[in-house]
């Protein structure tokens, strides 16, 4: 058992004498979430938290990529980064049936070639996997990074892989059945600016970036090694400028919310959290030397990437400003399930969302995220 979130790669050769690879897909399903890598290079820059959550007694969702374009000719390298998501719920709830175990990771990559061949590369004991950088996650509690501990070149082939362990075959907490990801994933979506900083009366940075909404707070920074900075969230500020986190309902989970990166001390850095997500306006920074800028912390917003397909608008503003905050609030409250609020409980009780469906499907096309919805409903 280990805290940390896992990475896992595996070294491939894909020569043949008289045939070339034409096409490669990777089938991926990693609880409770993972993010795919060839090459160095990862699979899908904006796909976040995924797959989506499911009931994981019944089933679970893989995601299918195509990687033929990262291929190379000779010793090729796939990696995945591993992380708790909702299949290893072990904080926040204080709960022990909320969690099924240990991060789970099942692949298969696949490769036609051009004599009509193929070849079926699945997830087994030849998988290596070690410690990564990502020390503590939680989708309440936050996410701790240190950056100190990342792997140069991991998902590289020519990278030494000596102080590699060799991966352990799962036998419990198997979800029976595996169902393709048909709906949306999510994604990171636009880059929000502070529109304000100050400082409190404790001395903490204060960044207010003018919306409420879902997302991630991202980093940017030049520290000495070794510096430790904490980013706090929340909806609310008090009367002194500091924050009021009485909303984030941080008080049944234990702590409150925190996001947390040690700097590695190579020049300019930037981090934002991988297997977590939040509801918040403001962001509180804490043990940086000197006077942060105002681009020190921005915010990302992440949400099921529908696509909008209706448009309102009409002669009073104040109308079509509601307009705006209600399609922000639906969209903030759309991360693999409808839930009812981005903060304190990312739950997916049936009234919140049927309070909004209607005017959901007028906005956006709707259609696999319900499908995937009622299949969750059902089991």
């Given at each position: 058992?280990?805290?940390?979130?896992?990475?896992?790669?595996?070294?491939?050769?894909?020569?043949?004498p008289?045939?070339t690879?034409?096409?490669?897909?990777?089938?991926?399903?990693?609880?409770?979430?993972?993010?795919?890598?060839?090459?160095?290079?990862?699979?899908?820059?904006?796909r976040?938290?995924?797959?989506?959550?499911?009931?994981?007694?019944?089933?679970?969702?893989?995601?299918?990529?195509?990687?033929?374009?990262?291929?190379?000719?000779?010793?090729?390298?796939?990696?995945?980064?591993?992380?708790?998501?909702?299949?290893?719920?072990?904080?926040?709830?204080g709960?022990?049936?909320?969690?099924?175990?240990?991060?789970?990771?099942?692949?298969?990559?696949?490769?036609?070639?051009?004599?009509?061949?193929?070849?079926?590369?699945?997830?087994?004991?030849s998988?290596?996997?070690?410690?990564?950088?990502?020390?503590?996650?939680?989708?309440?509690?936050?996410?701790?990074?240190?950056?100190r501990?990342e792997?140069?070149?991991?998902?590289?082939?020519?990278?030494?892989g000596?102080?590699?362990?060799?991966?352990?075959?799962?036998?419990?907490?198997?979800?029976?059945?595996?169902?393709?990801?048909?709906?949306?994933?999510?994604?990171?979506?636009?880059?929000?600016?502070?529109v304000?900083?100050?400082?409190?009366?404790?001395?903490?940075?204060?960044?207010?970036?003018?919306?409420?909404?879902?997302?991630?707070p991202?980093?940017?920074?030049?520290?000495?090694?070794?510096?430790?900075?904490?980013?706090?969230?929340?909806?609310?500020?008090?009367?002194?400028?500091?924050?009021?986190?009485?909303?984030?309902?941080?008080?049944?989970?234990?702590?409150?919310?925190?996001?947390?990166?040690?700097?590695?001390?190579?020049?300019?850095?930037?981090?934002?959290?991988?297997?977590?997500?939040?509801?918040?306006?403001?962001?509180?920074?804490?043990?940086?030397k000197?006077?942060?800028?105002?681009?020190?912390i921005s915010?990302?917003?992440?949400?099921?990437?529908?696509?909008?397909?209706?448009?309102?608008?009409?002669?009073?503003?104040?109308?079509?400003?509601?307009?705006?905050?209600?399609?922000?609030?639906?969209?903030?409250?759309?991360?693999?399930i409808?839930?009812?609020?981005?903060?304190?409980?990312?739950?997916?009780?049936?009234?919140?969302?049927?309070?909004?469906?209607?005017?959901?499907?007028?906005?956006?096309?709707?259609?696999?995220f319900?499908?995937?919805?009622?299949?969750?409903?059902?089991?």
């Amino acid at each position: 058992k280990d805290s940390a979130a896992p990475y896992f790669r595996k070294v491939l050769n894909f020569t043949r004498p008289n045939a070339t690879p034409v096409r490669a897909m990777v089938y991926l399903c990693g609880l409770g979430c993972s993010e795919l890598y060839m090459n160095g290079q990862k699979v899908d820059s904006t796909r976040f938290l995924d797959p989506a959550q499911t009931n994981y007694e019944q089933y679970a969702l893989y995601t299918t990529f195509d990687v033929t374009h990262l291929l190379k000719k000779e010793n090729n390298c796939i990696g995945v980064m591993m992380g708790k998501g909702w299949y290893s719920q072990d904080a926040g709830w204080g709960i022990a049936g909320f969690s099924y175990g240990n991060p789970l990771l099942r692949i298969q990559l696949e490769v036609l070639y051009s004599d009509g061949t193929r070849s079926v590369i699945g997830s087994d004991e030849s998988w290596t996997w070690k410690r990564g950088p990502v020390i503590k996650t939680n989708l309440y509690l936050g996410e701790r990074y240190d950056a100190r501990q990342e792997s140069k070149g991991w998902c590289e082939a020519g990278t030494p892989g000596n102080d590699w362990k060799k991966a352990i075959l799962a036998k419990d907490n198997l979800p029976p059945r595996l169902i393709p990801q048909s709906m949306e994933p999510i994604r990171t979506k636009q880059l929000i600016k502070a529109v304000k900083m100050w400082q409190d009366s404790t001395g903490n940075w204060i960044f207010d970036f003018g919306v409420n909404i879902a997302g991630i707070p991202r980093l940017n920074v030049q520290q000495s090694k070794g510096t430790h900075l904490t980013i706090r969230i929340s909806e609310e500020k008090k009367t002194n400028g500091g924050l009021d986190f009485t909303t984030m309902g941080w008080i049944h989970h234990g702590k409150i919310f925190a996001d947390e990166y040690t700097c590695k001390g190579e020049g300019k850095e930037q981090w934002s959290p991988r297997f977590t997500y939040h509801g918040f306006r403001y962001a509180e920074l804490s043990g940086m030397k000197g006077k942060p800028e105002l681009s020190t912390i921005s915010l990302i917003v992440v949400h099921s990437d529908m696509d909008k397909t209706g448009i309102f608008e009409c002669a009073d503003p104040q109308i079509n400003k509601l307009h705006e905050l209600a399609m922000v609030t639906v969209l903030s409250n759309l991360h693999g399930i409808p839930t009812d609020c981005p903060n304190r409980e990312k739950c997916g009780w049936l009234g919140d969302s049927h309070a909004y469906v209607k005017m959901a499907n007028l906005n956006l096309q709707m259609n696999n995220f319900w499908l995937k919805y009622l299949e969750d409903i059902r089991s």
